[in-house]
C-alpha cells in the first residue's frame, strides 16, 4: 500500500504563507467594477487567460452594466462580443442563463452564499468561491490548476481531486492569511511555480519546499 507523501508542518505551513505574503500582493487579474461584473468574468474565464477575458469584457461592459442589458443584449450579441475566447457559444447562454435567473430568483443581485451561487448556470464550486472572496470578502479558497498544483508539490496537501485540497487547505492555512491564500498559491503557480519549467532557483519558498528538499 503506498503511503501519501510527508506534508509540511505546521509551522512550515505558517512560513510558507508568511514568505508568499511579503513577496505577493494579493489581487484578482480579472478586471471588474462590481460583483456582477466580477461574476461575468470569472464564468468567461473557463479554459481562457485573464488577459483574453479583460480584452472582451472591456468591450462588453460598454454595453452592459445591469443583467436587464446582457438580455437586452441577447445570446447571440454576447457570443459576438466575446467570441475571441473558446467555448463562447456555450458562455453566451450561461451569460444570460446567469442573468435570468439574478432578476427572477435573487432581485437582480449576487447571492452570497456557495448554495445559492451554484444555482445559476455556468456556476461551480470553484466560481462560486471565487465571487464569495473577492466579491464579498470570504476567507474560501478556490482550487484552480495552478492553486492545486502548488498546494500539492509544496507539500502543503497530498490530495488527488479539487474539493479534497480545497478542505485539506482549510484546515492547514493559517487564519491570518486564509483570506488571502487562494491568491498567494495562484499568482505563485502563475508567475513561479509553473507547470512544466517552475522557477526553483529564485523561489522565495525553496528552502521548504517538499518538492526540493525531497531531490
Known sequence: MNKKPKLLTASQVEQLFDILSEHISPRCELEHRNVLDLLIAV?????????QVNVVTAELWKKCKT?????????DGVAE??????????????????CQKLLSDFNGEVPRTREELMTL????????????????????????????????????????TVEGVEQ??????????????????????????????PECDSCPIAAICRKILEK
Do not use: W
Open 67 to 75: 443583467c436587464q442589458d446582457y438580455i437586452d443584449l441577447g445570446e
Open 168 to 197: 485539506a487547505l482549510l484546515k492547514r492555512v493559517p487564519q491570518k492569511h486564509l483570506l488571502n491564500a487562494h491568491h498567494y498559491l495562484l499568482l505563485h503557480g502563475r508567475y513561479t511555480c509553473k507547470a512544466r519549467s
Open 121 to 160: 448556470p455556468g456556476v461551480g464550486r470553484k466560481t462560486a468561491n471565487v465571487v464569495m472572496n473577492v466579491g464579498y470578502g470570504m476567507p474560501t479558497l478556490a482550487v484552480d490548476t495552478h492553486v492545486f498544483r502548488v498546494a500539492n508539490r509544496t507539500g502543503l496537501v497530498s490530495e488527488t
Open 43 to 51: 464564468v468567461l474565464s473557463a479554459q481562457t487567460t485573464d488577459k
Open 81 to 98: 462580443a466575446i467570441k475571441r475566447i473558446g467555448l463562447y457559444r456555450n458562455k453566451a447562454k450561461s451569460v444570460i442563463g446567469i
